[in-house]
């Protein structure tokens, strides 16, 4: 029997396995045979098929904003990796604990929770993801002591203040990287007639993309379609524009943090200003992020260090304690 860390991911879905560490890191993407339904590929094969396909091929993503979009799609997603790791097998039922954002429904929850007892689970734990990437990130969640996380991911952004081990208040917010890269499509495409596909917007985002305005803003070529002439086009954007896209995403999140803070028992709120804020999820690696919010909220901020691996290190480490 083993045991199994899940971070079921909107843009990636990451799995760890007890005594051998993360084994899969890829995108939650797979494609499919129109007509038999059968999965072609998953992960990053499958991801620079995305906006590539032909009529007879479907790239799904099957999670939508942290939660189970398409319960199918998910289920050979896992299959396909616990497949290709020999995690499945007829004898071989695995222990598996999965990480979900925070407030959402026991519909969503079971939706989960039957997904991995169909491939192959003998037993399910959920745990709350902030909780978890707090654990990752290496703060002592044990003591009575306030801590407070923000984890960005693809689909949602978690905050949330811990004390004693678990959460005394959080909040989920369906704004987050994802919504960052389409956000940028947008406004290539109103203000500089110009459509681009994800996976550019995705490059634009992790290149030049800022939370604030920068004095020097960086620059970096696009290609895309013109919308005028429809013709391919390359022209050059820079990070100032970015930013005014992400504006929007950006203030929200920060009001976000904001709301929980005002919840926070006062004991609490103090141990915060002490110890800071900590960032996690792919979408913390925003540049000046933690600038913006240190200017807003007069806390001290930080990134973790392993921020795209805070959730599923968390996992390995709550694995030695299950059984």
Request: with cysteine; net charge negative.
């Amino acid at each position: 029997m083993r045991k199994v860390g899940i971070d079921l991911g909107t843009t990636n879905l990451l799995i760890c396995v007890d005594n051998e560490g993360v084994i899969v890191d890829e995108p939650s993407v797979l494609t499919i045979d129109a007509q038999t339904k059968k999965c072609i590929a998953a992960g990053k094969e499958a991801k620079e098929m995305l906006g590539r396909t032909p009529g007879s091929m479907i790239s799904i993503r099957p999670l939508k904003d942290g939660v189970i979009a398409d319960f199918d799609a998910t289920e050979m997603l896992l299959n396909y990796f616990f497949k290709q790791c020999n995690l499945q097998g007829m004898f071989r039922k695995n222990i598996i604990l999965i990480c979900h954002p925070t407030n959402i429904t026991t519909v969503e929850k079971n939706a989960i929770r039957d997904c991995a007892y169909r491939a192959g689970a003998k037993r399910v734990y959920l745990e709350e993801e902030p909780k978890v990437a707090a654990v990752g990130a290496g703060l002592d969640i044990g003591k009575a002591c306030g801590s407070m996380v923000l984890d960005i991911g693809g689909g949602t952004s978690d905050i949330a203040v811990l004390s004693l081990g678990d959460i005394v208040c959080s909040t989920s917010l369906k704004v987050a990287g994802n919504r960052f890269t389409q956000l940028i499509i947008d406004y290539l495409r109103k203000y500089r007639k110009l459509a681009i596909g994800e996976q550019m917007a995705e490059e634009v985002k992790i290149r030049i993309g800022s939370a604030l305005p920068l004095d020097e803003p960086l620059t970096m070529k696009v290609s895309g379609l013109a919308l005028d002439s429809g013709l391919p086009v390359t022209i050059e954007v820079n990070s100032n524009e970015v930013e005014s896209a992400l504006r929007s995403a950006v203030d929200e999140i920060v009001r976000a943090v904001r709301t929980v803070l005002e919840i926070t028992p006062p004991e609490l709120a103090a141990d915060i200003i002490q110890r800071g804020i900590v960032m996690t999820g792919g979408g913390s690696l925003l540049q000046n992020f933690d600038e913006r919010l240190r200017s807003e909220l007069q806390i001290p901020v930080y990134i973790a260090e392993n921020a795209l691996h805070c959730v599923v290190d968390g996992c390995s480490i709550m694995l030695e304690q299950l059984h």
